[in-house]
Every structure is written in C-alpha cells, then in structure tokens.
C-alpha cells in the first residue's frame, strides 16, 4: 500500500499531533500549504513569485497557483516512498486537482485519514485553550489549571495568560460551520472513491494514535 496520506478533520481534532505521529512512524514528509508557499516564495520559482503578488495583495492564492505548487513539491525526490498532505485538499476542486496532479507525477492515489470529533468535544477543547502574550506557550484550563489573567506558569515567564477571539465558543462554532460546509464534503467525495479512513479522534493521544495505525493497518499499511 502506497505511503501517501492526506489528513482531514475539523479545526480542534488533533490533526497537527497525528501529523508528527505519522510522518515519524512511516518516514515520510509533513507537506502543508503554508509551508510550501513560503518555501516557493523564498526560493523565487515561477510559481512562488506568482503566489507571492496575491499574498502581497492579501488575496487568497488561487487554486491552479497552488496546485502547482502541489505538484513541484510531490515531484521533489522525499516524495517518492510516500507524503503526508495537512491543509490541503480543502474543497472538492481541490481535491480532483490533486489528484490529477498526482496521477501526473506518477504517484499512487493517496489514503485519506478523516479525524472524527462531534462538534461539542470541538467547542470544548478549543474554548478552553489559552496563551501566554509574552512567550506564546499553550495551556488549556482543564489539564494546566491556568486561566485569563493568571501569570504563565513556564520558567522565567512574566507573561500574562489570555483567550484568542477566535477561541471563544461562538467562534470556535462559526469555524465549524465554515469547515462544514467547504471541507466536509471531501468525506464523501473520498468515501465513494473507496481511500476513506475514518477515525474517532476522542481519547488520549496514544488512543488515537492506535486506531489511526490499526485503522492503517487494515488496509495494509505497517
């Protein structure tokens, strides 16, 4: 079975922890949009300087710069024993792009792993997220014990700990909706296509990373 992975689920799942875990186990590249816009700007390719005159502009990069992108950095030689994709496809366009593209490069047809949390479990474990405004360390009320307000707790820190606007559960809720309807339908679009993995993402982070490897597993990556 081919090593290429793609990495879905809602904002709060846990993708970013899954990510490491799986690009350790099976060896093989954490690619996300950011970076690869980033890495294309700095280098100054063709593509990149495209890219770089929408982000310049703050404009979305279009979706035919981005998949270009895409494809340079599948074609790069650590693609070819297998990727991990994280961020990208987000749309059903995008994801029959990507697929072209990968069919282009010679590649086999990625799995899909789709992170699966109900949406409550989501408002909970992304309200109660908060930061420190000098150093920028993470914290969450139910396992730190810190709140707004409260000095940050890391060696040496003076910093103050606070709540991001965007991790209050109004807006946390309004993410969700924007997630469903512009990305959930990929679950779908990978389900009839037979390369859907479906995953709860609820428990301890070894839980899931053994269902992630069991759910693998059976389908015949080791």
Do not use: W
């Not at 980033?38 to 990069?61: C, H, I, P, Q, S």
């Not at 693609?79 to 086999?108: H, K, S, V, Y």
């Not at 474990?125 to 908060?130: F, P």
């Not at 307000?149 to 924007?178: H, K, M, N, T, W």
């Amino acid at each position: 079975m081919s090593r290429n992975l793609i990495l879905l689920g809602p904002p709060g799942a846990g993708k970013g922890t899954q990510a490491e875990f799986l690009v350790t186990k099976y060896g093989v590249p954490h690619i996300s949009t950011g970076d690869m816009l980033r890495a294309a700007v700095g280098n100054g390719t063709e593509l990149g300087l495209k890219a770089k005159e929408y982000m310049d502009a703050g404009k979305l990069v279009p979706d035919e710069l981005v998949i270009g992108i895409v494809r340079e950095r599948l074609s790069e030689s650590d693609c070819a024993a297998g990727f991990l994709l994280d961020g990208f496809p987000r749309t059903i366009p995008q994801a029959e792009a990507l697929d072209g593209a990968i069919a282009e490069i010679g590649l086999e047809a990625a799995t899909v792993v789709n992170m699966e949390v109900a949406d409550e479990e989501l408002v909970q474990r992304l309200s109660g997220r908060r930061m420190c405004r000098e150093c920028g360390a993470i914290y969450h009320i139910s396992r730190d014990g810190v709140d707004v307000g409260d000095r940050c707790p890391a060696a040496g820190c003076e910093g103050e700990i606070y709540q991001r606007s965007d991790d209050q559960a109004e807006a946390i809720r309004q993410r969700l909706e924007v997630y469903k309807a512009q990305t959930a339908p990929l679950i779908d679009y990978y389900g009839q296509k037979g390369s859907l993995v479906r995953v709860s993402a609820v428990g301890s982070i070894e839980d899931v990373n053994e269902r992630v490897s069991t759910a693998l597993a059976e389908r015949g990556l080791d």
